[in-house]
C-alpha cells in the first residue's frame, strides 16, 4: 500500500496492522517506481529505512504512549526542494550550485524530532519563482486528475506527492500561494500559517515566504503545523504572536470575496462552500477589498529580492521566466521598492479595517482551473516578459504581503472533474480560527473523489 494520510496511517500503526518499515518500504518503492507525475527530484534511501526500524521499536517498547511526544512517529513525508535537508541533495529547482550547508532546516528538524520520516525532496520551479512547477532540472510535475495539466506551484511535487499517496503529508513553502494553488489544483489541503509562526531559515529580506504542510485533511495539516511552530532564533520574525485578540468558530462574520474573471464552474463548485457556511449559522457577505497598484508592487518585491541574490555572470544558468523578473530587478532602485512598500502598508491597513468587520475571509483558492503543465500561467500570462506570471491568482499573494493565516481545502470537482479549492484567511495570528472554521467546513464538503489509477500511466506529453 501506500500512503493514505497521517490520521491513516497512525491508526494502522497504533493497531499493529502495518509496520513504520513496511509503510516506509512501500512508500519509497511507490516513489521510485510510480511517480508518473514527475513529483518527486530525490527519493530517500537506507536513512528513512533507519527512522522507520527506529519507530517500530518505540512502538513495541512503549504501545500507545510512543505517540505521546512523537506523535508523528511513523508518518512518511516529504519536503520541498527548496529547503535543506541533511540526508538528500538541495537543488532548489535550479542548474545554479547550491552552496548551503547540508543540514536540516529547523522546520525539518522539528518534523523528525516528532518520529516523521522524510522519504524524499518534491519538484519546485528554480528557487520557487513561478506559480507551477516547470523547471530546467526535471520535467513538469502535472496534475494527478489530469497529466495534461499543471500541479500549480511552486510546491506542486508536494502537492501531486499528496494527493497520490507518495507521502502521507508535505512540507511546501509560499510566498505567494506557492502552497495553496497546488493544493487546490490537486485536491488537498494546503495550510500558510501566520507569518513566522513557522520559522524559515534562512529567511528572505522580502518577508513574503512562509512555510506549512500540505494534507489529505484539515486535522492532519493542523497537526504538522502545530509540530513546526515555535521560535527559532535565526528566525527574526518566529514566535511573534497574535496582533489580534483571540477568536472562537462560533457564529462568525465572513466575508465573502469573488475576483474578477473567476470561471464559471469555479464559481459553482465554491458555491457550494458559500451555503455550507451559511446553513452552519454563520452571516456570510459579499465583500470587496480594493487597493491599487497591487500587482506590479508585487512584483517590485519580488524582483528586488531576486536580483540582489543574482550574479551576472550566472545568467546563462538561470530559468529564463526567473531571468526576466531578475532583468526587472535590476531596473529598480531603492525608490522603487520602498514605493512598493507603501502599497504593502496600505494593503495591510486595509485588511486590518476589514478583519475589524469580519472574522474571516473566504474566496475561491484559483479562479481558473488548471493549465498546460509545461508553463507558468494561463496563456494570457505564460510570456515571462511581460511579468504577468502571478496575476492569474489574485486570491493568493495579497496574504502574503498582510502575513496573514489562509487555509485552501478542497471545495468540489468541475465538470471536468477538476478539483476546485477554497481558501479562508483570518486575522493576523488566528491562525486557531482558521483550522477550526476549516475542520467544519471540510466535515459538509467531504473530500474529492481520489484521483483513480490513471496516474499510475505514462504521463501525457512529456
Request: charged share 20%.
Amino acid at each position: 500500500m501506500t500512503a493514505r494520510g497521517v490520521s491513516h496511517t497512525r491508526e494502522l500503526l497504533r493497531r499493529g496492522e502495518l509496520s513504520a518499515v513496511e509503510h516506509t518500504t512501500a512508500v519509497l518503492s511507490a516513489a521510485r517506481e510510480r511517480d508518473t507525475l514527475d513529483a518527486y527530484v530525490a527519493v530517500a534511501g537506507e536513512e528513512a529505512l533507519r527512522a522507520a526500524r527506529r519507530a517500530d521499536a518505540r512502538i513495541r517498547e512503549l504501545g500507545a504512549d510512543a505517540w505521546r511526544t512523537m506523535p508523528l512517529l511513523g508518518v512518511t513525508v516529504s519536503v520541498k526542494d527548496l529547503l535543506q535537508t541533511r540526508h538528500l541533495p538541495t537543488g532548489r529547482g535550479s542548474l545554479l550550485p547550491n552552496d548551503r550547508p547540508r543540514e536540516d532546516a529547523p522546520a525539518v528538524a522539528r518534523l523528525r524530532a516528532a518520529g516523521a520520516v522524510v522519504v524524499g525532496k518534491t519538484a519546485t520551479s528554480e528557487y520557487g519563482w513561478s506559480a507551477s512547477t516547470v523547471s530546467r532540472v526535471a520535467p513538469p510535475t502535472r496534475n494527478p486528475y489530469d497529466p495534461r495539466l499543471t500541479a500549480g506551484g511552486s510546491s506542486g511535487g508536494a502537492a501531486a506527492a499528496v494527493a497520490t499517496g507518495l507521502c502521507d503529508a508535505a512540507l511546501g513553502t509560499d510566498g505567494s500561494g506557492s502552497i495553496r494553488i497546488p493544493a487546490a489544483f490537486c485536491g488537498v489541503v494546503g495550510y500558510k500559517p501566520s507569518l513566522g509562526r513557522i520559522p524559515y531559515v534562512p529567511n528572505s529580506a522580502d518577508r513574503l515566504a512562509h512555510q506549512g504542510p500540505l494534507a489529505r485533511t484539515v486535522a492532519d495539516a493542523a497537526l504538522l503545523a502545530e509540530v513546526m511552530a515555535g521560535p527559532h532564533p535565526a528566525d527574526p520574525d518566529s514566535g511573534l504572536g497574535s496582533l489580534d485578540a483571540p477568536r472562537t468558530a462560533r457564529a462568525l462574520r465572513i466575508g465573502w470575496i469573488e475576483y474578477d474573471g473567476t470561471a464559471g464552474d469555479v464559481r459553482r463548485v465554491t458555491e457550494q462552500a458559500r451555503l455550507a457556511l451559511v446553513g452552519q449559522g454563520h452571516l456570510v457577505e459579499h465583500v470587496e477589498v480594493r487597493c491599487t497598484h497591487l500587482y506590479p508592487a508585487l512584483v517590485d518585491l519580488l524582483a528586488a529580492s531576486e536580483a540582489a541574490g543574482a550574479r551576472p555572470e550566472d545568467d546563462e544558468w538561470a530559468d529564463p521566466g526567473r531571468l526576466e523578473v531578475i532583468r526587472h530587478g535590476r531596473t529598480l532602485g531603492g525608490a522603487d521598492v520602498i514605493r512598493a512598500e507603501e502599497v504593502r502598508q496600505n494593503l495591510r491597513a486595509t485588511l486590518r479595517t476589514v478583519m475589524d468587520r469580519y472574522d474571516v475571509l473566504a474566496m475561491a483558492t484559483v479562479p481558473v482551473e488548471p493549465f498546460a503543465a509545461d508553463t507558468v500561467g494561463p496563456p494570457w500570462a505564460a510570456d515571462a516578459r511581460d511579468l504577468q506570471w502571478l496575476a492569474w491568482a489574485p486570491a493568493s499573494y495579497p496574504f502574503n504581503m498582510t502575513g496573514q493565516p489562509a487555509l485552501s481545502l478542497p471545495a468540489g470537482l468541475t465538470c471536468a472533474g477538476l478539483p476546485v479549492g477554497v481558501q479562508l484567511v483570518g486575522p493576523v495570528g488566528a491562525d486557531d480560527l482558521v483550522v477550526q472554521l476549516a475542520g467544519r467546513l471540510e466535515a459538509d464538503l467531504g473530500t474529492p473523489v481520489p484521483p483513480g489509477t490513471r496516474v499510475l500511466e505514462p504521463a501525457i506529453a512529456r
